[in-house]
C-alpha cells in the first residue's frame, strides 16, 4: 500500500539470472503499489562480509583483546560504526518489509548475505539482551526469504535426500529474523530453476508477482520449532 | 596416530579468544600424536568469502550470463580456479580430518566461513551429481564443528528459548560436510565462555585437549534427521 518501504537484499552476481529477474519483478510490483522500494544490490556494491575491526571507526574499547561482538555494540552506541553499516542500518530502520532474494548456498545463503546479517544487525541496533526475540529492536518488520535452490521439490521434501526445506530455514527465520523481533512471512522458494524450462521460469516470476499483490494481507507464520520439524 | 593429516579451518580475529585458544590446542595435541597439522587462519588470511567470476582465471563458458556454479565447474576441470582456491583444495584434499573452529554467529558460522565452503566446495572438486552424501567425492574423510556459543546451554536445550543446538547443526553438517561424502563427528561446543570464569574457560581447554586424545578412536555420528530433529 501506498507509504509501505521496502528493502531488498539481494545477492546474486548476474543481472540477467532468475534471482535478478525475481528482483525486478518485486520493484515493478511493489512500485506499482506505491510502495517504495530500495535495493541493497550486495555483489554489485562489494559488499564487505567479514566481520573485522576495520567495522570500529574509532579507538577500540578494548585494543588489547578484540572482541567483535563488544566493539561494535560500544561503536553503535558511540555512532562510530563504519559508513557502510550505518547506511545499511539506516535502510533496515526505515523498512517495513526486508526481502532477501539469493540462490540457495549449502543449505543457506551466500556468504556476501551472511556477511550483511553479521555485520548490519548488530547488538544494540538489532537486539539487545534481554530484547530479543518477541522483543527484539526490529519488532514491527516482516522479513520475507525468497531463494532459488539447485535441487529439486522431492530432492527437499520430508523423507527426501536433502530432508524437508523447512529444517534449513531454522537458522535464517528464526535465528536470525525472530532474534531480532522482525515477523516472518512464508518464504518464496523457485526449486531448480536450471532444470526447467524457459516458459516454467516465466511462470515462476508470474506466481511471484501474483504472490506480492496480495503480500499485505498475509499472515506471518508460526515461527516455533513446530513450523519446522513437524 | 603418526602421519594422519588435520587441516584447521579457523575463523576468529583475536588469537587471544577462546576461539584462538581452542586452536593452538589442537594444534599442539594433534602434533604430538604425530599427526601433521595445517591451519587456514582465515582472518589472518584475507581470505576473500564473496563468490564473483574474479574465482575463474581465464575466459568464462559463458561470459553472457554468469553462473557462479557451471563456471567454477568447468574452471575447475581445465583448472583455471584462482590460486587461493586452489591452495585450499589442495590442504582439503590431503586432509584426513576438518577442524572448522569457530565463534557461532547467527546459528551458523561466520561469513568468512561460509565463504570458504562457497567457493572450496565446488562441484567437481568436492561433488558432483551424482557424487553426492555416502558417495560424495570427499568420502573417507572426517569433519568436525568446535565452536563457542554467545547463549547458554540451556537457552539451546530443547524446549530453551533458541531450540536444540542439534537443529542449527543440520545445514553445517548434513547440508555441507555429508553432502560431500564427508563423516562428521559429534560436535564440539563451548557454550557461553564470555560469561564464566578464567577458571571454567581453563577446563574448557583441557576437555577439548582430552577428547582429541581419544578422537580417533571416536564412531562419526548418524548423520540423518533423527540425529538432528529427535
Keep these: 500500500p501506498p507509504g509501505r518501504k521496502v528493502l531488498i537484499v539481494y545477492a546474486h552476481q548476474e543481472p540477467k539470472s ?12 511493489l512500485s506499482k503499489q506505491g510502495c517504495s522500494v ?21 579507538c577500540l574499547h578494548n585494543s588489547d583483546e578484540f572482541n567483535y561482538g563488544v566493539e561494535t555494540w560500544e561503536a553503535y552506541k558511540r555512532g562510530c560504526l ?3 553499516l550505518i547506511e545499511e542500518q539506516k535502510k533496515v530502520q526505515e ?57 529439486s ?38 526449486f531448480a530453476p536450471e532444470y526447467v524450462s524457459e516458459e516454467k521460469r516465466k511462470e515462476m516470476l508470474i506466481a511471484w508477482a501474483q504472490r506480492l499483490k496480495t503480500l499485505w494481507k498475509e499472515e506471518p507464520i508460526n515461527c516455533s520449532p513446530e513450523w519446522y520439524f513437524k
Aim: with cysteine; charged share 20%; hydrophobic share 45%.
Design 153 to 190: 521439490k522431492e530432492m527437499y521434501a520430508k523423507g527426501g535426500i536433502n530432508g524437508d526445506i523447512r529444517c534449513l530455514l531454522w537458522p535464517m527465520q528464526h535465528g536470525i529474523m525472530h532474534f531480532c523481533g522482525v515477523k516472518v512471512l512464508a518464504p518464496h522458494i523457485c
Design 18 to 29: 532468475l534471482n535478478g529477474s525475481l528482483k525486478r519483478v518485486a520493484v515493478e510490483e
Design 38 to 58: 530500495t535495493v541493497s544490490d550486495l555483489y554489485a556494491m562489494h559488499f564487505e562480509p567479514r566481520a573485522t575491526r576495520n567495522d570500529i571507526v574509532d
Design 82 to 84: 563504519s559508513n557502510d
Design 95 to 151: 523498512a517495513d518489509l526486508l526481502i532477501f532474494q539469493f540462490p540457495l548456498y549449502w543449505f543457506s545463503m551466500p556468504a556476501i548475505m551472511k556477511g550483511w546479517m553479521d555485520r548490519v544487525l548488530l547488538q544494540g541496533f538489532a537486539h539487545e539482551f534481554p530484547n530479543c526475540y518477541d522483543s527484539g529492536l526490529l519488532k514491527n518488520k516482516l522479513a520475507l526469504f525468497s531463494f532459488t535452490t539447485g535441487g
